[in-house]
T-cell receptor, first 112, second 115 residues
């Protein structure tokens, strides 16, 4: 099976930087994804890592260490609209193809 | 990015009836689509992998006779919740990807309420 752990909730201030951590245990690792989900809506893709290191996309960056089973999502210059749930998802190579399994999500609240 | 359309966005049905949810990839072909269920304040739980032209692969604990999946074309998968009960009320989301190693795109989700 897979264990994907994220903090349940985080609070940060508008304009600040926040880091959301994700640890995982899996065999057949084939990439780690970060999604943003607002209440009642479907997830939207933010970032993807398959090799170790940092991937930067505007205000969002994601880091991966495969040896440590660890990733983080970094959000800079926080805005009120960034208040949402952030989902870490691990893609696993299976006999039938790739399968994406989600963590429990981190509810981020951005305050003034 | 690619577009996945899910219909309906919400549905209310009576207990014991069946409900069909459609998932379409609008600008790409998808041999594989995925169906998830999400209860309030919980994460997405994979229910099944829908394979075009063959039987779906269900996750452990998901009843295949209750959640019927049909993937008859490269752009359409359907999930039918049969003999729905109030405990089936949930947010159902599909996803599809253009290739094996590409990101998955999600439909807008279907809010099912069984009364």
């Amino acid at each position: 099976g897979q264990n994907i752990d994220q903090p349940t909730e985080m609070t940060a201030t508008e304009g600040a930087i926040v880091q959301i951590n994700c640890t995982y245990q899996t065999s057949g690792f084939n990439g780690l994804f970060w999604y943003q989900q607002h209440a009642g809506e479907a997830p939207t893709f933010l970032s993807y890592n398959v090799l170790d290191g940092l991937e930067e996309k505007g205000r969002f960056s994601s880091f991966l260490s495969r040896s440590k089973g660890y990733s983080y999502l970094l959000l800079k210059e926080l805005q009120m609209k960034d208040s949402a749930s952030y989902l870490c998802a691990v893609r696993k190579l299976t006999g039938g193809g790739n399968k994406l399994t989600f963590g429990t999500g981190t509810q981020l609240k951005v305050e003034l | 990015g690619a577009v996945v359309s899910q219909h309906p966005s919400w549905v209310i049905c009576k207990s014991g009836t069946s409900v069909k949810i459609e998932c379409r990839s609008l600008d790409f072909q998808a041999t594989t689509m995925f169906w998830y269920r999400q209860f309030p304040k919980q994460s997405l739980m994979l229910m099944a992998t829908s394979n075009e032209g063959s039987k779906a692969t269900y996750e452990q604990g998901v009843e295949k006779d209750k959640f019927l999946i049909n993937h008859a074309s490269l752009t359409l998968s359907t999930l039918t919740v049969t003999s729905a009960h109030p405990e089936d009320s949930s947010f159902y989301i599909c996803s599809a990807r253009p290739g094996q190693n590409t990101e998955a795109f999600f439909g807008q989700g279907t809010r099912l309420t069984v009364v």
